[in-house]
C-alpha cells in the first residue's frame, strides 16, 4: 500500500514538473518572439479550432488519468483484509490513546510486524487527523462519527504519529508512536500487563497518560492548559462553583470529584475545556480512580 501512494505522488510531481517547464519555456518564448521590438503593430488571432481542442481535450484525459490513477490507491487503503487486527485509536485535545480487542489500553501503538492492522479513529471532543507519515496512511478523526484506516507494518521500530488537523493550542504537541515488534515480543507485551510495577501509584500514572491527563498538567511548576499535578494533594486552592469563587483543599474527595466530574470546580484562572465527564470516566472504575488519587499524591 505504500508503494501505491508513493507511486501516485511520483506520477502527480513528474506530470507537474512537466507543465512548469513547459509553460515556462512557452512564456519566454512568446514573450521574446512577439515583443514589441519584432511586432511593433499588434495583429489580432481570431481562433484557432485544432489548438482549442488540443489544450481541451489533453488535460481533460490526463486529469480523468491522475483520478482514476488515485482512486485505485484510495479503494485498496479503504479495502481492509480478513484477517487485518483491530485496534482503536481515541483522540482528544492533545494526546492519543489506543484501546485492543482485550481491553488493554496505551499511550503508543503496539502492532506486529507483517500482520494488517486496521485503526478505528474515534474523537471524545473535536476534529482530529490520524497521520502516520511512514505508512502513508491519514484519516479524519469526527466526533460522533467513526471511522479507520489500515497499513501493514514492514519493519521493526518506531514511527511517528501526528494530528494533521488543527485541533487548539496544544495541537502540535498531540504526538505518537507505532512500535512495530516480532510477534514474539508483541504476544508477551499484549499478554502482559499495561504497567511495569505493581503498586497502585504506577498504576495511576499510566492510567493519567491513557486518558491524556499528562497532555494539559505537568509535573514541575509549570502552568500548561490546566493547572500543575506538582505539589496539588492538600494544596489550598481557590476555584469557581457555578460562577462563585470559593477555597478549597486537594483532598481524596477534591480529587475523585475532578477527575469524574472536571467541569464543577473550576480552577480560577484556567477555561473549562476537559472533557465531558461521560467521556473522561466511562472507562474508570472505582479502583481506577483510587489509583489516580494515589498517583497523585506521590508527585511532590
Not at 521590438?37 to 486529469?63: D, S, Y
Not at 515488534?181 to 497518560?209: C, F, H, I, P, R
Amino acid at each position: 500500500m505504500t508503494d501505491v501512494v508513493n507511486n501516485a505522488f511520483l506520477a502527480f510531481v513528474i506530470i507537474s514538473i512537466f507543465f512548469l517547464v513547459l509553460i515556462t519555456f512557452l512564456m519566454i518564448y512568446f514573450t521574446i518572439k512577439y515583443s514589441k521590438k519584432r511586432h511593433p503593430r499588434a495583429i489580432q488571432i481570431h481562433g484557432n479550432t485544432w489548438l482549442e481542442v488540443t489544450w481541451i481535450v489533453i488535460p481533460t484525459i490526463i486529469v480523468l488519468g491522475m483520478f482514476y490513477y488515485g482512486y485505485v490507491g484510495f479503494k485498496m487503503m479503504r479495502d481492509v483484509p480478513e484477517d487485518a487486527m483491530v485496534v482503536t485509536a481515541i483522540g482528544r485535545m492533545w494526546d492519543w490513546s489506543f484501546q485492543y480487542e482485550n481491553g488493554k489500553m496505551s499511550d503508543k501503538l503496539y502492532v506486529p510486524l507483517g500482520k494488517p492492522i486496521k485503526v478505528v479513529l474515534r474523537s471524545i471532543d473535536v476534529l482530529h487527523s490520524f497521520y502516520i507519515p511512514a505508512f502513508r496512511v491519514k484519516a479524519d478523526v469526527v466526533p460522533g462519527r467513526e471511522n479507520y484506516l489500515w497499513f501493514k507494518p514492514q519493519s521493526i521500530g518506531p514511527a511517528d504519529i501526528f494530528c494533521a488537523e488543527y485541533c487548539g493550542a496544544s495541537h502540535a504537541y498531540m504526538l505518537s508512536e507505532v512500535i512495530v515488534m516480532n510477534e514474539d515480543e508483541y504476544t508477551k507485551w499484549y499478554q502482559g500487563t499495561t504497567v511495569l510495577q505493581d503498586e497502585k501509584a504506577s498504576l495511576g500514572e499510566d492510567l493519567m497518560k491513557t486518558n491524556g491527563c499528562l497532555t494539559c498538567h505537568r509535573m514541575d511548576s509549570t502552568e500548561d492548559n490546566g493547572p500543575t499535578f506538582k505539589g496539588l494533594y492538600g494544596k489550598k486552592r481557590y476555584v469557581l462553583e457555578n460562577g462563585k469563587e470559593k477555597q478549597v483543599t486537594a483532598n481524596e474527595g477534591y480529587l475523585r470529584r475532578a477527575i469524574v466530574d472536571p467541569g464543577f470546580d473550576i480552577v480560577k484562572g484556567f477555561d473549562d475545556i476537559m472533557p465531558p465527564p461521560e467521556d473522561l470516566s466511562e472507562e474508570l472504575s472505582e479502583e481506577d480512580i483510587a489509583n489516580m488519587i494515589d498517583y497523585l499524591k506521590t508527585v511532590k
